[in-house]
Every structure is written in structure tokens, then in C-alpha cells.
């Protein structure tokens, strides 16, 4: 009874026993708050092993590791944070004073926790112990397996021959059976100690490498995407200039152009108006000789009022050489003058028939005016 008391008064505290499940499933809320106290600048507690969890290792040499209850590795666990912080006041002795020596005043919960806390026990979300108190526990408790043995072979001598030594023989194995399992039982606690120290150093290493590697990656895309906006914007700016210069560039081709089809077609432009003019010639002459035959027309119509009245004269005087003589010029003159009056009409019209046909021949000097203009600019225009 003196040994079983002694082992539940002093070892259980230490086998986390009698630590309770820290925190009901508070979740993803209660992480959010630790993260948000971290920010607010409240003044960091002294560490604490009650501020690390015993959480699934993935380590397949150790089942546990201890990891904070607050921060970002909150995350991962299923407890809530218990209102502890990111960072807190490294230790002022022992051998997690000497380990965070030469850190500044404060120091992180992922570094305190894996370096002077230990899980216990084989549960998860349970709270770790201090390494060093683990560690001084496991002498005491050989001793105070021994200390019962001691107080029964006392009493055993007390008793005198009322004693059995066949009691006495089993009583001693079984306290020696029970150092040794607590011996065994310490070293397996050293042990995996160990084993969690290096694969938390591990987990944290990764997360850091994997935490590099992801804002390198954010930042090669950011710069790329910044280097791929300022070519975009590059390419405007050179597209746009470019289709200035081509703008400009086919402008005056254009206009010169214009100016060796304009060129060209004067000839054809020149050539008509000239046959314009000749058609005009040949109509004034038209109109000329009308004007001539007309004036022809009236002499022998005055003549051959002339002549009938030299024929009344003669019809009372028949043998009057002079009247005759003037009848007979009368005659010649109306003959010439009719001839005249027709030969004159007949090249009136010559004339202006010749000035018709020359005007109908002024749509194919513009047909080739508008053809030399347009082979003209063709040939001086750049292809494509």
C-alpha cells in the first residue's frame, strides 16, 4: 500500500494522467484568435510546456511530437489554443536556458516546444511535459521503488521467524520487477525524446524550405507577370508609332502618285481641248458660210425681181438691144448667184458635220485621260 501510494502521489503527475484534454474541439476559431493576440502586441508569458500538444508525428520512428497550441501550427491540431501565444519568454536556467542562449529576449513556441517539451503518454491533444522534470522524475522513482523494499524487510525482521522467506522471496521480485520496468520504461521515454527532437528539427525545416520555395514561386510569377504587362504595353506604344509612319508614309505615296496620274492625263486633256477647239473652227465656219449662201440666195432673188421687170419693159419695147442686154446679165447673175447660194450651204453643212464628229470624239479623249491617270498611279503606287 506505502509503494502504491508513493507512485500515485509523485509519477502520475509527470505521465500526463492528470492533464485533462486541452480544449473541446474549439477548432479553427480559437487558432484565428491566437493569431490575432499575436498582432495586438500583448506581453509575452514566460514558456510553458502547457502551451504544446502532443500531436501525431509523421515520423514512422515516433508516434507523438509536441507542437504549439497557438500560432500558426495551431492549425494542424484539433484543441484549441488555450490562450497561448506565438512567442514567449525564453527560460533563465536549466538546459532550455542554455539551448536558447543565444537567442534574443523572446523566443518562438515551435522552437521551445520541440527542444524543452516531450510528449506523454500514447494519446493526442494531450499537454507535453518539461523534458527536465521527466528526466529527474525517473531517478526518484527507482528510488522510491526501492524504498518500499527496504520498509518490508524491515518489517519482515520485526516479525521475526513469523515471517516467510517465501513472502519475503516473492515480495522482492516483484519490487525488483517493477524498478526495472520503470528503468526500461525511462530509457523508451529517452529514446523517443530524441527521435522527436530530430523530426520536429525535420517537419520544421521542411515547412521552412516549402514557406521559401512557395514565396519564390509568387514572386517569379509577379515579376513575370509584370515583365509580360510592360512588354504588352510596349508593343502598343511601337504598333501604334508604326502605323503612324505607315499612315503617313502611304499618304505621300498617294499624293505623288496622284501628281504622275495628273500628269499623265494633261496630254490626253490638252489633245482634247485642242480638238475642241478645231470642232469650234469648223462650226464658226459652218455658220460663216451659211451666212455667205444666204446673202447669194438674196442677190439672185433681187435679180430675178430684176429680170421680170425687164421682161414687162420688153413686152412694149421687144427690140430693145439695151433691155436685152440687161435681161440677159439678169439671167447669168440669178443663175450664179443660186449656184453660189447652194455651194455655200453644202460646206456649211460639210463644216458642221466635221465639228459634230469632232466633239463625239471628245468622250474617248476623257475614256483616255481617266486610263492614263490610273496606269499612271498604278505604276508609282508601292505594291501591296
Known amino acids: 500500500m506505502v509503494r502504491t501510494c508513493f507512485f500515485s502521489g509523485f509519477l ?22 491566437s493569431k490575432l493576440s499575436t498582432k495586438t502586441g500583448r506581453a509575452a508569458q514566460a514558456c510553458s510546456c502547457d502551451c504544446c500538444l502532443s500531436e501525431a508525428a509523421k ?19 484539433e484543441a484549441g489554443d488555450g490562450g497561448c501565444e506565438t512567442l514567449c519568454l525564453k527560460p533563465e536556467e536549466g538546459k532550455a536556458a542554455e539551448f536558447f542562449e ?37 531517478p526518484v522513482v527507482a528510488l522510491a521503488a526501492s524504498a518500499p523494499a527496504s520498509a518490508d524487510a524491515a518489517a519482515a525482521a520485526a516479525a521475526g521467524p513469523a515471517a516467510s522467506p517465501a513472502a519475503a522471496d516473492e515480495a522482492g521480485s516483484n519490487q525488483e520487477a517493477q524498478v526495472a520496468e520503470q528503468l526500461a520504461e525511462a530509457a523508451v521515454l529517452q529514446a523517443a525524446h530524441r527521435a522527436t527532437e530530430a523530426k520536429q528539427a525535420a517537419a520544421l525545416s521542411r515547412f521552412a524550405y516549402e ?20 512588354v504588352i504595353i510596349d508593343a502598343r506604344k511601337d504598333a501604334g508609332e508604326a502605323t503612324k509612319i505607315r499612315l503617313g508614309w502611304e499618304e505621300a505615296a498617294q499624293a505623288h502618285a496622284a501628281q ?13 481641248v485642242k480638238a475642241l477647239a478645231v470642232a469650234d473652227a469648223w462650226q ?19 435679180q430675178q425681181v430684176a429680170e421680170r421687170e425687164i421682161k414687162k419693159q420688153l413686152d412694149n419695147d421687144a427690140s430693145n438691144q439695151k433691155l436685152l442686154t440687161k435681161l440677159h446679165t439678169a439671167e447669168v447673175a440669178v443663175e450664179h448667184g443660186m449656184a453660189a447660194a447652194k455651194k455655200y ?11 459634230a464628229r469632232i466633239r463625239a470624239n471628245g468622250a474617248w479623249y476623257d475614256q483616255a485621260e481617266a486610263a492614263a491617270a490610273a496606269h499612271a498611279m498604278y505604276a508609282d503606287l508601292p505594291k501591296g
Not at 485533462?20 to 484568435?33: D, E, F, I, N, S
Not at 504622275?260 to 482634247?272: E, P, R, S
Not at 450651204?345 to 465639228?355: F, G, L, Q, R
Open 12 to 33: 502520475l503527475p509527470f505521465l500526463a494522467q492528470a492533464h485533462l484534454r486541452a480544449g473541446t474541439g474549439a477548432g479553427l476559431v480559437a487558432q484565428q484568435k
Open 59 to 77: 515520423s514512422s520512428y515516433n508516434k507523438l511530437a509536441c507542437v504549439p497550441r497557438g500560432g500558426p501550427t495551431a492549425l494542424f491540431t
Open 102 to 138: 543565444d537567442s534574443g529576449r523572446e523566443v518562438d513556441y515551435s522552437r521551445f516546444c520541440m527542444a524543452a517539451c516531450q510528449p506523454v503518454g500514447s494519446s493526442k491533444d494531450m499537454l507535453c511535459a518539461d523534458k527536465e522534470e521527466v528526466s529527474k522524475a525517473l
Open 211 to 230: 514557406k521559401l520555395a512557395h514565396s519564390r514561386n509568387e514572386a517569379a510569377e509577379a515579376a513575370g507577370q509584370a515583365a509580360l504587362e510592360e
Open 260 to 272: 504622275k496620274a495628273l500628269v499623265a492625263a494633261a496630254v490626253y486633256k490638252n489633245a482634247k
Open 284 to 302: 464658226q465656219s459652218s455658220a460663216d458660210l451659211l451666212k455667205v449662201g444666204k446673202q447669194y440666195e438674196e442677190y439672185s432673188t433681187r
Open 345 to 355: 450651204v453644202k460646206d456649211a453643212n460639210a463644216a458642221k458635220d466635221e465639228a
